[in-house]
């Protein structure tokens, strides 16, 4: 117990702060970058995709931007033409023998 108030009373030692801080901020930036590129890559590929500029991406850096990135690319017309579907011809399943049913081997004669 005596130990504790001991190290309660004295404080941190500023230059030990600072050593720390020094090696710490570094590491927080490059965290930072990370989580941007996280976040900017994919609305960069979703702009591009949906016809808007991909510098819209950027947003996502100011507060709040990507709320708004998010609602404008929500409730826009998207400047894309949708693909065509494939269309397959309707077939009755099963499909239905031809009528009346074809003998098995020609006749003989």
């Not at 590929?45 to 709040?64: D, E, H, M, Q, R």
């Amino acid at each position: 117990m005596y130990f504790l108030a001991m190290i309660l009373q004295e404080g941190p030692d500023p230059q030990m702060v600072q050593r720390i801080m020094l090696t710490i901020i570094p590491f927080i930036f490059f965290i930072i970058l990370v989580a941007l590129a996280i976040v900017i890559v994919p609305f960069w590929f979703i702009c591009k995709k949906a016809g808007f500029s991909p510098w819209l991406a950027l947003l996502n850096v100011i507060p709040l931007g990507n709320l708004v990135l998010i609602y404008v690319l929500a409730f826009a017309d998207w400047k894309v033409v949708p693909a065509p579907q494939a269309y397959w011809p309707g077939q009755p399943y099963p499909p239905q023998p031809p009528y009346p049913p074809q003998p098995p081997f020609p006749p003989q004669g």
